[in-house]
């Protein structure tokens, strides 16, 4: 069993930064591909980025060259650095876990996070 819990989330302003973390508890994160997902308001959950258990990362097209993935063994935690971010960017963020190697599908990730909040203004 694995447990995590995002933090980081909030409002900023367009172009502005935030950097969201995810907290693991009960089983080694590292033994996982984590990923982060996001949904905004009347849409479906979609892939934002994901920390392969290879180290390799993977990104939307729409996040590149804007997110970054990382991840602290030492701490179990996961972290999504977003620069310039857009209002369009703004929904409810979850991180999770899951040793698939289809790792841009939701249901192929065996635990979630409660979701974090983040919010773009214009």
């Given at each position: 069993?694995?447990?995590?819990?995002?933090?980081?989330?909030?409002?900023?302003?367009?172009?502005?930064?935030?950097?969201?973390?995810?907290?693991?508890?009960?089983?080694?994160?590292?033994?996982?591909?984590?990923?982060?997902?996001r949904?905004?308001?009347?849409?479906?959950?979609?892939?934002?980025a994901?920390?392969?258990?290879?180290?390799?990362?993977?990104?939307?097209?729409?996040?590149?060259?804007?997110?970054?993935?990382?991840?602290?063994?030492?701490?179990?935690?996961?972290?999504?650095?977003?620069?310039?971010?857009r209002?369009?960017?703004?929904?409810?963020?979850?991180?999770?876990?899951?040793?698939?190697?289809?790792?841009?599908?939701?249901?192929?990730?065996?635990?979630?996070?409660?979701?974090?909040?983040?919010?773009?203004?214009?």
């Open positions: 069993q694995v447990q995590l819990v995002e933090s980081g989330g909030g409002l900023v302003q367009a172009g502005g930064s935030l950097r969201l973390s995810c907290a693991a508890s009960g089983r080694t994160f590292s033994n996982y591909n984590a990923g982060w997902f949904q905004a308001p009347g849409k479906e959950r979609e892939f934002v994901a920390l392969l258990r290879n180290g390799y990362t993977a990104y939307a097209d729409f996040v590149k060259g804007r997110f970054a993935v990382s991840g602290d063994s030492a701490k179990n935690t996961a972290y999504l650095q977003m620069n310039s971010l209002p369009e960017d703004t929904a409810v963020y979850y991180c999770a876990v899951g040793r698939s190697a289809y790792y841009t599908r939701t249901n192929e990730f065996d635990y979630w996070g409660q979701g974090t909040q983040v919010t773009v203004s214009s």
